[in-house]
């Protein structure tokens, strides 16, 4: 307890320093200016400025030049309007047990299935991660892979990535009350499913977008593809004034779930769940009264230049000619460097003084005495960030971050809960997090929100937003009807999950 009070009587002062020193002075000033008569200020014109009037004209000049140029050239900012989550319909709720039905259902369908696997192994196997992964029994599957026999086709895919999308931004114009045809600027990821025509062109054709509206698509891109969808948006409303940008992000479970016998490639199936998240983003001036956040920072790390980071999450064909995602045992550690490179980055434009300070004392003294300090300091990173959204993609990738970044529970909370209510959404999850800090009233005028994401490739992708209001939960918000009892229901389920596990040892 004296420690983080010395700590924090530290980062008072250095945090104030300016303060504490400024106050002092401006009162000696005052004094003196005080004392001051009009022939001394005679004194000092016919002393000082008469003579001198040329060159005092030009800095003032220069100074209101350099102050427009700045004004004219600084980049406008960017304010997120709202943002929608879809909430499946409730018939496609999944319990533990409806979802390991679902695999062996698909399982069954496989042309390519060899009738001499040990299906009991199989299963166990897939029980085993489902019920260690975080999940919850009220996720939601696609509506193709509840049917019997499921329907893992082109046409079933397609389906469920239109009723995810359409759900989501049907929900966003209505709360905003935008006419599509004012988007001027739309960005749309899906990792797993790109068909021809685009999910993009699909959107403008659905909600009628206007003919000479930037598109664009992304593909391939992993489950932080969400943050690069803001990123790019922002880039492109810095340039293109007064209008508006649509982001969607979403990912595609129907077309992608995997029935083959590489245990690597079946982990996937046991964490992704059908989810999207539809955002409206603005530059216009006006709008920023009723925006809820406004960007303040991007960082994308990429480490793809090196092997292991650019193949531990890879789609490929198994043996026996099954296509799945295949994550490598080398994941943990290539996320552990990422994280740390974007950490890097972002730490010195959201910390603040006082945690620069700290680190930069440790990062010389480390170079100085390498055997003596084995560690970085890692930077209190709750002195600058009120809330935490970290991407969903696991119970493992929630418990590393909020290690590494000396968090609490109450940090994570929404992360977890996420993961427990609707899986690994994907590009989406963090949304779905920041809906949830929002439905528990904690998002408080200026408070900083920090979304990170990771992805296949290997990145790492960072969104500080600041709220602009006291932001309420928007209408229709994926957790309306369950918000009062989280986080306790994760805390019941693991006690559950726990009690199955050891019956199974038994």
Known sequence: MTSVNVKLLYHYVITNFFNLCFFPLAAIVAGKASRLTTNDLHHFYYSYLQHNLITISLLFAFTVFGLALYIVTRPKPVYLVDHSCYLPPSHLRSSISKVMDIFYQVRLA??????????????????KIQERSGLGDETHGPEGLLQVPPRKTF??????TEQVIIGALEKLFENTKVNPKEIGILVVNSSMFNPTPSLSAMVVNTFKLRSNIRSFNLGGMGCSAGVIAIDLAKDLL????????????????????????????MVSNCLFRVGGAAILLSNKPRDRRR?????????????GADDKSFRCVQQEDDESGKTGVCLSKDITGVAGRTVQKNITTLGPLVLPFSEKFLFFVTFIAKKLFKDKIKHYYVPDFKLAIDHFC?????????????????????????????????GNTSSSSIWYELAYIEAKGRMKRGNKVWQIALGS?????????????????????????????????IDSDSGKSETRVQNGRS
């Open 457 to 489: 490739g290997f990145k790492c992708n960072s969104a500080v937003w600041v709220a602009l209001r006291n932001v309420k939960a928007s209408t229709n918000s994926p957790w309306e009807h369950c918000i009062d009892r989280y986080p306790d229901a």
């Open 238 to 265: 810095h340039v293109h004034k007064n209008t508006y940008a649509l982001v969607v992000s979403t990912e595609n479970i129907t077309y992608n779930i995997y029935a083959g016998d590489n245990r690597s490639m």
């Open 155 to 160: 046409a079933a895919a397609r389906e469920e």
């Open 291 to 303: 925006s809820k956040y406004q960007l303040l920072h991007t960082v994308r790390t990429h480490t």
């Open 390 to 422: 970290i991407h969903a993609g696991g119970r493992a990738v929630i418990d590393v971050l909020q290690k590494n970044l000396g968090l609490l529970p109450i940090d994570v909370e929404a992360s977890r809960s996420t993961l427990h209510r609707f």
């Open 110 to 127: 496989d042309p390519l299935r060899n009738a001499a696997s040990d299906d009991s192994s199989w299963l166990d196997f897939l029980r």
